[in-house]
């Protein structure tokens, strides 16, 4: 067997070196693709090429069609950046091409992976005897703590789920605020629970919790609540303290949907914004958003490990004790995956408790800034009060604000995302890039008046 570095350097050397320009590059690039044609596809070459011509090839050709989502001046959707710890520690994850389903094959990635997991309960507040299980993103975390959920208060109600299945099985209801986020729905639909019964939501997209009492005493049997922390459009929390409080009594599991927003928990200054959030029994978040680490990488977290590995574990027939930490597919739907908890290791690593605030801190601090900016403009009008990282804004009519929208992708200085929300379309900024400055800020709300100059 030949030495192996003689065979990886070229192509990781071009590799840095395409890294190294896309990140320059960030400052200035539009934010929007330059190009949706692309050039690939053809045929499948008939033979082996070098590997540092195919990364040539692939870094070049791919380049037009890139997104500048790193960028300091995106804003669309809910997406973070890569934070410089994370991205560095995602290539050695990439390069250890450990398969962590198993303590004992990969003690080091899951080492590292407990460490991340115990300092995610201590920042966000959460009980120290939960389990952590890091998942692709927040729709498999909501999936994951709704699953145990799902175990949890079917066993309550006298049935085994993984023994009998859901033929037969008590109906569980499941109550969600009428502004959850659509993968919440998903979630349930992957389970096999249907379509959740919608509680009332006040203007901000908030909960109300007299209407989630009223809907748990109209019912009875296994129940699941479902919280969100962090609206898409307003950024706004539901009343978590008193929605539990409310849910308990009514015997209900609650899963907290806080992919972006239960970072608050992390920020002194913030953390009342989730209040009573250690009082639920699952949660899900992302590290891919607010806390920049590449994708893909979510974190689910289960306040009862039993009924969490009763749903995932692959001998859910043993019913010892759980004590001890278990193994890493015990608490995920995977069995195979990559170690994706080591960035989020190295991020938290490297931030530091007061590194984590300040990030989430600045993000709100941004998101504030760019409001203040877009309220001076002619005709705009900010929708929601500006409590976290999200903003929603209107230029006037629907019709108008969709003419901005376009204006402003085409515009290329940022990237806000169109959406609709209570009624009206508008456009929706998200600051969760741990590097958008004051700068950042400046140059885009420049952008939007000439988009709104350009719309008429
Ligand atoms: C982004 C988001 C999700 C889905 O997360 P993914 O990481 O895209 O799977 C769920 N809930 C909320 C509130 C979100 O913002």
Request: glycine share 10%; hydrophobic share 45%; net charge negative.
């Amino acid at each position: 067997m030949t030495a192996r570095w003689p065979q990886f350097e070229p192509a990781l050397g071009r590799a840095t070196e395409h890294t190294r320009e896309w990140l320059e590059a960030l400052h200035d690039r539009p934010v929007h693709p330059k190009s949706r044609e692309l050039a690939f596809g053809g045929p499948l070459p008939d033979g082996p090429t070098d590997p540092a011509l195919v990364v040539d090839e692939l870094a070049a050709g791919i380049e037009p069609g890139l997104m500048s989502m790193p960028s300091g001046r995106f804003f669309g959707w809910v997406i973070g950046g890569s934070h410089p710890a994370a991205l560095a520690a995602d290539w050695l994850t990439a390069a250890w091409d450990q398969n962590s389903a198993m303590r004992y094959a990969t003690p080091g990635t899951v080492a590292v992976e407990d460490a991340a997991g115990a300092w995610l309960l201590d920042l966000l507040g959460l009980p120290t005897t939960a389990d952590v299980g890091f998942v692709t993103g927040a729709t498999m975390a909501n999936f994951t703590g709704l699953a145990a959920a799902r175990q949890q208060v079917l066993a309550d109600a006298g049935w085994d789920v993984n023994r009998d299945g859901l033929s037969g099985a008590p109906r569980v209801r499941v109550l969600v605020g009428e502004e959850r986020h659509g993968t919440l729905d998903l979630a349930l639909r992957y389970l096999g629970l249907g379509v959740p019964q919608a509680v009332a939501a006040d203007a901000q997209g908030r909960l109300v919790v007299d209407d989630l009492a009223r809907a748990l005493g109209d019912g009875s049997g296994p129940t699941i609540v479902c919280l969100q922390a962090g609206n898409l459009h307003s950024g706004a929390f539901d009343p978590i303290a008193d929605a539990v409080e409310v849910a308990h009594a009514h015997g209900a599991w609650v899963h907290v949907d806080g992919a972006f927003g239960l970072w608050a928990a992390a920020s002194p200054r913030l953390r009342d914004l989730v209040r009573g959030l250690e009082g639920a029994d699952s949660w899900a978040t992302d590290a891919h958003k607010t806390l920049n680490v590449p994708y893909d990488c979510g974190v689910a977290i289960v306040a009862r490990p039993e009924s969490l590995r009763r749903a995932f574990g692959m001998q859910a027939e043993y019913f010892a004790a759980f004590a001890d930490e278990g193994d890493p597919q015990e608490k995920v739907p995977e069995l195979s995956r990559r170690a994706r908890g080591v960035p989020v290791w190295a991020a938290l690593r490297s931030l530091g408790r007061s590194g984590v605030a300040d990030l989430v801190d600045r993000l709100a601090l941004r998101a504030r800034q760019i409001a203040d900016g877009l309220a001076g403009i002619e005709g705009a009008e900010i929708l929601n009060d500006v409590v976290f990282t999200q903003v929603s804004v209107a230029f006037g009519s629907d019709e108008r604000t969709r003419r901005v929208g376009e204006a402003l992708i085409a515009d290329g200085g940022t990237w806000m995302s169109g959406s609709h929300w209570q009624g009206r379309d508008i456009l929706r900024v998200s600051v969760s890039n741990w590097s958008t400055d004051e700068e950042d800020v400046a140059r885009s709300i420049e952008a939007v008046r000439r988009a709104v100059s350009a719309a008429g």
